[in-house]
């Protein structure tokens, strides 16, 4: 790093130590130097120090933070780069003490074959941030402790929350699962789905997150994306038109400006180009899953149980590959994101319809039904 850091302020990145299997066990201690992904902690040459060091340090921004006191799913991308910008780390309480600290560690130098098996690059990084004050040296501060999720008590190659993986605290009432890695640096990303007030086992999986990434055309061929809020009560959603973003997957033909429109039957609840402008640039930063290039367009909405539909265009008459995503914000038990349907033009190649969906919540099986409708489109369209 270039970068003075103060002379005896920053405390060894530590290892949460246990025999019993447990990665967070009350009979653990602090084995000092021992997270060695950080150098901090003995870690490699090119490592660079853990999000709540930079915190400590003013290195990483206030804004950059996000404090999680609802259950939703929420976005994290890579802090070990130069470039990085966003929500860099999830802080969760654990106690009066300390937080929990999840974050997306993805520029790790493994040249050396240090690391048998560096699944930190695929998984999401958890540390204990203990609260400045509170260190075991009250001449320093940033302590923290590396979390082993996966073989607490052995190898630490492994100490990443695998994707899929689900950790629960009964003492703090919290979880967190890791949903799904994407991007590439420095715009790599972890989703997360964090539960407050959460249980040993959810009752059952549930929708966090739909999407669809197909050709957007003109006229009849734009890209129109259907959803259902199923349930008893409102849902709040976030909901995205991406396109210069799809350049992070090497895609090219992009729609370089989609706008985003959600309509209630005939009905337009709501608009929105460039989601900077609008009115709720601060609620979608807030969220953690803002769009990461400012052409692209975001809505935040409260909605009753009913039938939706997003429409998404190039602004100007423009036309490319596009990505419609919604997101439950809220996870309120009472309603479910059940449904989304996509009509938009099937090419081959980049070009064909791609849907996505997300459950979470359990590590229970769900049944769910995918269809591929395409003479069924056709009759319709001549009939209207």
């Known amino acids: 790093m270039n970068r003075e850091i103060p002379f005896g302020r920053l405390a060894h990145a530590n290892l949460w130590q246990v025999t019993d299997g447990n990665p967070i066990s009350p009979d653990g201690y602090f ?15 090119g490592s660079d120090y853990n999000p709540w060091f930079k915190y400590m340090l003013g290195w990483i921004a206030e804004s950059q933070v996000k404090t999680i006191t609802s259950t939703g799913v929420y976005r994290v991308y890579n802090f070990d780069s130069a470039e990085a910008k966003g929500v860099l780390a999830l802080k969760v309480v654990k106690d009066a003490e300390k937080d929990y600290w999840i974050s997306c560690r993805r520029n790790i130098d493994t040249s050396t074959g240090i690391y048998e098996n560096p699944t930190i690059e ?34 630490v190659d492994d100490a990443a929350l695998a994707v899929g993986q689900r950790f629960y605290d009964a003492e703090a009432g919290v979880a967190f699962t890791a949903l799904k890695n994407g991007g590439e640096l420095p715009s790599a990303y972890m989703d997360v789905y964090v539960e407050i007030g959460a249980s040993p086992t959810p009752s059952s999986s549930r929708t966090l997150n739909l999407s669809t990434r197909a050709s957007v055309q003109t006229g009849d061929d734009v890209m129109i994306g259907g959803f259902i809020v199923d349930g008893a009560a409102e849902k709040k959603l976030l ?26 039957g005939a009905q337009v609840l709501a608009t929105n180009d460039d989601w900077r402008f609008g009115g709720q640039e601060a609620e979608i930063v807030e969220s953690g899953i803002a769009p990461t290039d400012n052409r692209e367009s975001a809505i935040i909405v409260t909605l009753n149980p009913g039938s ?15 990505l419609v995503e919604v997101f439950d914000l809220d996870q309120e038990p009472a309603s479910t994101l059940a449904n989304i349907s996509t009509r938009a033009r099937v090419q081959i190649g980049d070009g064909a319809v791609i849907g ?18 395409g003479p069924l489109v056709a009759c319709r369209i001549q009939a209207s």
């Not at 204990?128 to 590396?146: E, M």
């Not at 939706?308 to 596009?322: A, D, N, P």
């Open 31 to 45: 084995n000092e130097y021992r997270d060695l992904y950080d150098p901090m902690g003995g870690g490699l040459e």
């Open 356 to 373: 996505g969906f997300i459950l979470g919540g359990s590590t229970a099986p769900s049944e769910v039904v995918v269809r591929g409708v």
């Open 122 to 155: 695929s998984g999401a990084y958890v540390i204990w941030g203990y609260h400045d004050g509170l260190c075991r040296d009250a001449f320093q501060f940033g302590c923290t402790d590396l979390l082993d999720m996966n073989t607490p008590g052995t190898s």
């Open 308 to 322: 939706y539909t997003t429409i998404v265009r190039g602004k100007e008459g423009s036309s490319g590959l596009g």
């Open 239 to 264: 909901i995205r038109a991406i396109g210069p973003s799809l350049q992070q997957a090497d895609l090219v033909g992009f729609l370089t400006d989609p706008v985003l429109e959600l309509h209630e």
